[in-house]
């Protein structure tokens, strides 16, 4: 399993897992960007690849692959349950954070905050297929980062689709960005902008 662990040097005791999207894993600039950033405040950061990405290097998860790979980020959750003793956040970029929220969703408590990078609210070009039917069940507070530019969903569709949650729910606008949020212009001070949203 490709697996990355980030060990602050002053550690907090809190812990965050990240995981990527469906064309990716978990070596893009995106996760290393954040999981340097977050371990630099004090929390124990894990990259890790989702199961499907595990049994295939390249190309989308194939039909099928969501309760694996939510299963898959329930390990990761159970193996640092065992590490830590702060609070367990879990963050993924569009699909990673998609499976993410329906985990949170289905099992209540945990999770103890989602980071939900460029939720993919549905896909391109075609706005009446939607990916909110879980939320409504979802009692973990969340992060939404999300860029005005972002064909898998408009900023108005997100803030609509956020009245469905129950849990306490924040949305971070990232100006000019697209669906993969960190760009040549931002690159310096975006990973920190996060941090400091989902700082509480």
């Known amino acids: 399993m490709n697996s990355h662990l980030h060990l602050p040097t002053d550690p907090g005791s809190d812990c965050l897992i990240l995981t990527h999207g469906a064309g990716a894993n978990c070596d893009t600039p995106l996760l290393i ?10 929390m124990t950061v894990l990259r890790f690849d ?4 595990q049994l295939r290097p390249h190309g989308p998860p ?9 299963q898959g980020i329930r390990a990761a ?9 702060g609070r367990l956040f879990v963050g993924g970029h569009s699909y990673g954070g998609r499976q993410a929220s329906m985990l949170a969703a289905a099992e209540p408590g945990l999770i103890d905050r989602l980071l939900l990078l460029s939720y993919p609210l549905h896909p391109p070009r075609r706005p009446d297929e939607l990916r909110t039917g879980h939320f409504p069940e ?6 939404f980062v999300h860029g005005t530019r972002d ?5 108005d569709e997100l803030i609509a689709a ?3 949650i129950p849990a306490r729910t924040e949305l971070l606008e990232i100006a000019g960005a697209g669906h993969e949020l960190m760009t040549k212009s931002n690159r310096q001070e975006f990973p920190n902008f996060v941090v400091e949203a989902f700082r509480f």
């Open 62 to 70: 194939p039909r099928g692959s969501a309760e694996r790979d939510q």
């Open 33 to 42: 960007a954040l999981a340097d950033a977050f371990c630099a405040s004090g």
């Open 50 to 53: 989702l199961p499907f990405r």
């Open 138 to 143: 979802l009692k973990t507070p969340a992060l």
């Open 151 to 155: 064909g898998f969903g408009s900023t």
């Open 162 to 164: 956020l009245r469905l």
């Open 77 to 85: 959750v159970a193996t640092m349950r065992q590490q830590t003793s």
